[in-house]
Antibody, heavy 121, light 107 residues
Framework: QVQLQESGPGLVKPSETLSLTCTVS????????WSWIRQPPGKGLEWIGY???????NYNPSLKSRVTISVDTSKNQFSLKLSSVTAADTAVYYC???????????????WGQGTLVTVSS | AIRMTQSPSSFSASTGDRVTITCRAS??????LAWYQQKPGKAPKLLIY???TLQSGVPSRFSGSGSGTDFTLTISCLQSEDFATYYC?????????FGQGTKLEIK
């Protein structure tokens, strides 16, 4: 059974860079698309971007200037960096696997449990 | 960008009821529509994709329909574990917007 686990600091200062890693277990990171999604407290879901195991990426235009997603296939991990954060970036951050195939990369069949990142001084 | 609007935003129902949640896209998205269930403090769970295809392991009381701009999620006989928030998501074009969510509460 594929499992995803987010890790990283739970508190980030304004203007700094948020960094999270998602570790995939129970399956290979190869041949799938891997997304980051966030959810501000009490609000809805926002897709941040995805990376294919080969390294190609696609980002939400609303965040594109601040987002970098990378992959380390040797560790079965992928990572998120979000720069110049503000309080508006406070959210639960989820990593997820896109199922690919005929439905493409954005049907998200496996999710991590999520990690709350608070932006505050 | 193609935005998604769900209705209602919340409502109450009883165990055993048949309930329908509606999702409307701002432009046609063919059948590129998924539904997710989220319980408090948990990650979303994929229920349906391609508007009407049930994800493996999801109970058959869940069903989806629609194409183009109008979609529905139906739960045929509510169980206690179904009280949660439901999100639709279009994946016809980027970015893949989610609806604002429909919170299903116990009456």
């Amino acid at each position: 059974q594929v499992q995803l686990q987010e890790s990283g600091p739970g508190l980030v200062k304004p203007s700094e860079t948020l960094s999270l890693t998602c570790t995939v277990s129970g399956g290979s990171i190869s041949s799938y698309y891997w997304s980051w999604i966030r959810q501000p407290p009490g609000k809805g879901l926002e897709w941040i971007g995805y990376i294919y195991y080969s390294g190609s990426t696609n980002y939400n235009p609303s965040l594109k200037s601040r987002v970098t997603i990378s992959v380390d296939t040797s560790k079965n991990q992928f990572s998120l960096k979000l720069s110049s954060v503000t309080a508006a970036d406070t959210a639960v951050y989820y990593c997820a696997r896109g199922e690919g195939g005929a439905q493409g990369p954005m049907v998200l069949g496996y999710w991590g449990q999520g990690t709350l990142v608070t932006v505050s001084s | 960008a193609i935005r998604m609007t769900q209705s209602p935003s919340s409502f109450s129902a009883s165990t055993g009821d048949r309930v329908t949640i509606t999702c409307r896209a701002s432009q046609g998205i063919s059948s590129y529509l998924a539904w997710y269930q989220q319980k408090p403090g948990k990650a979303p769970k994929l229920l349906i994709y391609a508007a009407s295809t049930l994800q493996s392991g999801v109970p058959s009381r869940f069903s989806g329909s629609g194409s183009g701009t109008d979609f529905t999620l139906t739960i045929s006989c509510l169980q206690s574990e179904d009280f949660a928030t439901y999100y639709c998501q279009q994946y016809y074009s980027y970015p893949p917007f989610f609806g604002q969510g429909t919170k299903l509460e116990i009456k």
